[in-house]
């Protein structure tokens, strides 16, 4: 039986004038999934949001959310949905308390049911003992659990969240992800921007987005087992003058940097004794080298070098 969709989209394209923001990118959220549209600043990620929340037009293709039509009927999508922006839409002159009963009332909660929503939202966001602190008093992490809540004040049954956790420490962002897990797991379909790869674990299913398109989309999982090459890491000396060293290589299809690590993803199998070999001729004192499996950075490295190269030989066609 064929699940559900909370948003579907169609070769969905957004230009400003000349510029393309979002290149003809199709996906599926299916009702309770966390959908990740990860991809660097610039990527297109927000636009894509902005458009399917109603508050931005297609030039091109089609979308639908909660299956109402983003174009058409943009008024129906905004109020049946949550969406959390990267600024934190909140009053920084109000109490935690007063923002939430201010956004109780936009959304138009009946009057008997706000307390009782408040009381429930405060428990879940963990704001218990700040309900009469000025918004702009808090820290960044407050805020963001206070944003959630006034998001989904109305119990909306999709969500959108526009790099949610920009700013905010490992442990709270964490924690912020166990809330949308909760969420999720009670019906509410999630879509998030993100250009953190270990917050892209927690999503269901992922878009790669690079330059305006989606270039790869799939779970965590596949998407790491479908990476082509074998992967190795490099801890050495002089990390900077390997990264070189092995890029010259034929055999190299990508090295990336991995703090003082190097990621080394050769095209052919073979053992450690191929980079050993190169970098001690070249007096690259070696500490260790070994197989190991990707992660979701080193496929985004990959899908991108793979892109690049793909426009570089259709420009010189």
Request: glycine share 8%; proline share 3%; charged share 25%.
């Amino acid at each position: 039986m064929k699940r559900e969709n909370s948003v579907e989209v169609h070769q969905l394209t957004r230009n400003f004038g000349d510029f393309t923001a979002v290149d003809h990118i199709s996906f599926e959220i299916p009702k309770g999934e966390i959908f990740g549209l990860l991809g660097p600043n610039g990527a297109g990620k927000t636009t894509t949001i902005r458009m399917l929340c109603g508050l931005l037009k297609p030039t091109e293709g089609k979308a639908s959310v909660l299956g109402f039509d983003v174009a058409d009927q943009s008024e129906q999508v905004k109020r049946n949905i949550g969406y959390m922006s990267q600024k934190f839409s909140l009053y920084n002159d109000l109490t935690v308390y007063e923002n939430l009963w201010f956004y109780a009332n936009l959304y138009g909660i009946q009057k008997e049911r706000i307390k009782e929503r408040i009381e429930e939202l405060i428990e879940m966001a963990g704001l218990g003992g700040h309900e009469k602190q000025l918004t702009h008093n808090l820290s960044g992490a407050w805020r963001q659990r206070l944003a959630l809540a006034c998001a989904i004040v109305h119990e909306p049954p999709m969500l959108f969240l526009d790099e949610p956790t920009a700013g905010v420490d490992p442990v709270s962002r964490r924690e912020f992800w166990e809330m949308i897990y909760t969420m999720a797991g009670q019906g509410v379909s999630v879509l998030a921007t993100t250009h953190y790869m270990d917050e892209a674990e927690f999503c269901n299913v992922i878009g790669m987005m690079y330059r305006s398109r989606l270039i790869a989309l799939n779970d965590p999982d596949t998407l790491k087992n479908n990476m082509q090459g074998y992967l190795f890491e490099v801890d050495c000396i002089s990390p900077g003058s390997a990264e070189l060293i092995l890029k010259s290589m034929a055999e190299v299809k990508d090295v990336a940097a991995h703090g003082v690590l190097l990621h080394v993803l050769l095209s052919i199998e073979s053992d450690k004794e191929l980079i050993l070999k190169v970098l001690t001729e070249n007096q690259i004192q070696v500490t260790r080298i070994e197989k190991v499996l990707p992660s979701l950075e080193d496929v985004f490295v990959s899908l991108v070098d793979q892109e690049n190269r793909q426009q570089l030989r259709a420009g010189i066609e």
